[in-house]
């Protein structure tokens, strides 16, 4: 017997954490939310949410990122 994990709405992923679409979509052009966490056909989008709560609990921070990025240059 399996135990899978469903696959929700950007809409359910946004109120998951508490944000607009927009900031979701945002996340989803910007590579925040990793291509692995989700499914898209045509314009729909289904995420895997453990997977999303887990690639947004390790991402680096973005501020330190630039800070880091910015001692390069």
């Known amino acids: 017997m399996t135990t899978e994990t ?6 359910d992923a946004a109120k998951h ?3 607009s679409v927009a900031t979701v ?5 910007t590579g925040v939310i990793p291509k692995s ?6 314009h729909t989008y289904r ?7 887990a690639a947004l ?3 680096p921070d973005p501020v ?3 800070l880091d990025l ?3 240059k």
Request: hydrophobic share 45%.
């Open 37 to 42: 966490t989700y499914i898209k056909i045509g």
């Open 47 to 53: 995420f895997n949410l453990p997977l999303v709560v």
């Open 57 to 59: 609990t390790t991402a």
């Open 17 to 19: 954490f508490v944000v």
């Open 25 to 29: 979509r945002t996340w989803i052009k």
């Open 64 to 66: 330190q990122l630039e």
């Open 6 to 11: 469903p696959f929700v709405t950007i809409e």
């Open 70 to 72: 910015g001692d390069k």
